[in-house]
């Protein structure tokens, strides 16, 4: 097992630096602080940040690379000091927005030994994915032989020996918090998160990670871990494989054997400082007087002089991040630069110092071999299909607004080609304005990439009159640059005049077709015909009061939403926070789209009961949104909860929550909806056994056969989509859960057979 860096395949550290002709120097010869504090201290003209292109060039010098990222860094903190002498004070990212085969023993069931094989799809349903081919990461996963269940700092396996039936297999501790897995055949990755101070600085990785004995010392605050177990032994699953990413956990996506995993990460470098340090005279003057503000350009001015001496002392390696991989007792660091940073690329004209890592491990090679490819830039969107990813990013930072009022919001798209198994090579890129939801306003068919934008969405509070918001769908296509040899994304066609002043809450590209939702007070559906990707055009638009947040398609004739409905039926203004809503639309004329039918939602009777609020987590996240064509039938959790209190016979007072957890199935035909029954969790959570707020809700469905498995934290129950009746069903009880790295420590399981 190696780790294989090459240039073919692009491995993308990126911050590349325009001229500071204004600025202060990078570094100072003068050896005491004491010396730079001047009564009217030089901190330079505010730096002009130009536009430059959003494709990525290549580092080939260390030297170069780290020369950019170390002026990168210095203008940030520079920034944020000279904000600092004006009181004003802007936190960052506000403008930001959203993936070894063994042989069975007797102690688990396999796809090899089960007598019929049963085929997602047809047999069972999966992930709710975007595009067909492509398989998102989440916490529950199946094969349609187990359920993989993350929860509470364990990996449960479940078996299914017949449809209808469910058997506890195992359950394993998982390091940190365990997030998502991606899962083929008999290889399952699972990702989960760390926090540095969960590290027992005992283990080798609290060196690797350089504790240092104090708060700052940690080279970043969160690590992403990869763990790859073999689980063809349902009951055994084997340790394979442990990774430790320095980041943020993004997403992952699982094509052809083949799982990409996003993550994103800031370094810390100790000893920077962002914030002004006051004598103790500082507060007796003043608050408005000339005194405050002399003592802050002094400390503005000392901080930037410290601020140089930091990064000249600082190596490369300092502030990149790394990949750790867990051996035995050791700890094997794989440092991201190689011998000459020619894995490392930027767009053209950028200053940044965040870092989106692509993370290539290919599932069905003996050898497990993973590549690492970079991008330094801001928080990324993630989109893919089967044969292209794509990762879009804001093009400036928060910081690249202050004194650059002529820079607008948008967004860089840059494309990598993904059809080869193990390999992720970079395409190209582009850049819209404006910004972009999430990963349903990104597409790619046939080779053209599709984006719906907003602009004017993030008016910025400091101008008199920004411009309105205005939504836009544009198409791009790769072009070869013939001086350059390059590639690059250039738009193609457009579409603008979507929705002024309403911004966009839900996104599908569908082949040769987009739909859009905007809201205000009323939910327009958009319609988009796309079969001319060099002139998109408006065919349709209808205002249903309410909105929808997601967007799933049934065919060319019919369209399902889910979202909210309106506060006020006569006059359609507000929203409704106690029913989640379903709305059918024919779209069979795609210039003239017509609401077929609403179904509301809720999880009890009468909600003005006491209850708060009702909620669905399939409003925001598609994976619990889990329709079934071979039955016409949707699946998707809804919960609430009231405050119970009382008085006993002695006056004390006493108080309890009930909580209600339900899946409701619906009847889906593209002529209506209908209520078809429900699956009732809430008796899983009648007593408190340190459970935490969050997780008293169903969150994931599965369909298999003519049974649906509703998963949450409290259990796993089985029923019978035409009797509903409860079949078999698992109830965990977690005992010390949320210990120090975020597992529990201890899991008991009840097994019932009502079959």
């Not at 350089?210 to 990869?226: A, I, M, P, Q, V």
């Not at 809450?505 to 859009?516: G, L, N, P, Q, T």
């Amino acid at each position: 097992m190696h780790q294989n860096f090459t240039t073919s395949t692009l491995a993308i550290f990126l911050v590349l630096l325009m001229g500071m002709s204004g600025c202060t120097g990078m570094f100072d010869d003068s050896s005491d602080e004491e010396e730079q504090i001047i009564l009217n201290p030089d901190l330079g003209e505010q730096t002009k940040r130009s536009l430059g292109s959003p494709n990525l060039l290549t580092y080939s010098d260390c030297s170069d690379l780290e020369e950019s990222l170390k002026l990168s860094i210095e203008e940030e903190t520079r920034t944020s000091l000279i904000q600092a002498i004006d009181e004003v004070y802007y936190w960052g990212g506000g403008w930001m927005e959203d993936d070894m085969v063994m042989e069975s023993s007797d102690g688990g069931t396999s796809p090899s030994t089960s007598p019929q094989p049963r085929t997602e799809g047809t047999d069972f349903s999966g992930t709710n994915n975007q595009e067909q081919g492509v398989d998102e990461a989440d916490f529950v996963k199946t094969d349609g032989y187990h359920i993989y269940f993350l929860d509470d700092g364990l990996l449960h396996i479940m078996d299914i020996p017949e449809f209808g039936e469910i058997e506890h297999a195992s359950s394993t501790e998982i390091e940190g918090n365990p997030v998502a897995m991606m899962l083929n055949d008999d290889r399952l990755v699972v990702v989960s998160t760390i926090s540095s101070w969960g590290i027992n600085q005992e283990d080798p990785l609290a060196e690797a990670m350089g504790w240092g004995g104090e708060w700052n010392s940690w080279r970043t605050s969160t690590l992403t871990k990869f763990t790859v177990y073999n689980v063809s032994n349902s009951s055994d699953p084997v340790e394979n494989r442990e990774l430790y990413i320095e980041g943020n956990y993004m997403t992952a996506r699982e094509v052809d054997g083949t799982v990409r995993t996003v993550t994103h990460t800031w370094m810390n470098i100790p000893g920077l400082r962002t914030w002004l340090e006051y004598p103790d005279n500082y507060w007796d003057y003043d608050y408005d007087g000339e005194e405050r503000k002399v003592i802050r350009q002094q400390a503005a001015a000392a901080a930037i002089n410290h601020n140089q001496k930091v990064l000249e002392e600082i190596s490369l390696e300092d502030i990149l991040p790394q990949v750790h991989e867990r051996v035995g007792n050791q700890i094997i660091t794989h440092h991201m630069n190689g011998d000459d940073c020619s894995d490392f690329a930027a767009p053209d004209s950028a200053l940044n110092r965040g870092y989106t890592s692509i993370f290539t491990i290919d599932l069905i090679s003996e050898d497990l071999d993973f590549e690492a490819d970079h991008i330094v830039g801001n928080w990324p969107l993630v989109y893919s299909s089967q044969d292209t990813l794509i990762i879009t990013e804001n093009a400036w930072d928060w910081w690249w607004f202050w004194g650059n009022d002529g820079i607008d919001e948008a967004t860089n798209i840059h494309s990598f080609d993904i059809s080869e198994s193990g390999e992720t090579k970079y395409s190209g890129s582009g850049r819209v304005e404006g910004t972009i939801q999430n990963q349903f306003s990104i597409s790619e068919h046939e080779d053209v990439v599709r984006v719906a934008t907003t602009t004017g969405q993030w008016g910025r509070w400091w101008l008199e009159n920004p411009e309105p918001m205005e939504s836009h769908v544009i198409t791009l296509s790769l072009t070869e640059n013939i001086t350059t040899g390059q590639s690059n994304l250039l738009e193609i066609g457009r579409v603008d005049g979507i929705a002024y002043n309403e911004t966009i809450w839900s996104a599908r590209f569908v082949e040769d077709r987009a739909y859009i939702v905007t809201f205000e007070n009323m939910d327009p559906l958009w319609t988009i015909d796309l079969s001319n990707q060099s002139a998109p055009r408006i065919m349709g638009e209808l205002e249903v009061p309410g909105v929808s947040t997601y967007i799933h398609p049934l065919s060319d004739e019919a369209i399902l939403t889910i979202g909210l409905g309106p506060a006020d039926e006569e006059t359609g203004l507000g929203l409704d926070w106690s029913h989640t809503r379903l709305s059918l639309f024919n779209v069979s004329n795609f210039s003239d789209p017509q609401l077929t039918q609403t179904l509301s939602l809720s999880p009890v009777e009468n909600p003005d009961e006491g209850w708060s609020w009702a909620w669905s987590e399939a409003t925001w996240e598609h994976k619990a949104f889990q329709y079934w064509e071979p039955k016409g039938m949707l699946a998707v959790p809804v919960n609430t909860y009231r405050y119970d209190y009382y008085y006993d016979d002695a006056g004390h007072y006493h108080y309890d929550y009930d909580w209600i957890s339900k899946l409701m199935i619906v009847n889906v035909t593209e002529n209506g909806l209908e209520l078809h029954g429900e699956v009732n969790h809430s008796q899983f959570y009648e007593t408190d056994e340190n459970r935490w707020w969050s997780s008293y809700n169903i969150r994931r469905s599965i369909f298999m056969g003519d049974y649906i498995y509703a998963i949450s934290h409290g259990g796993i129950s089985v029923t019978h989509l035409d009797s509903l009746e409860e079949t078999d069903s698992h109830q965990f009880t977690f005992s010390n859960s949320n210990n120090a790295d975020g597992a529990s420590s201890e899991v008991a399981v009840e097994d019932k057979d009502e079959s």
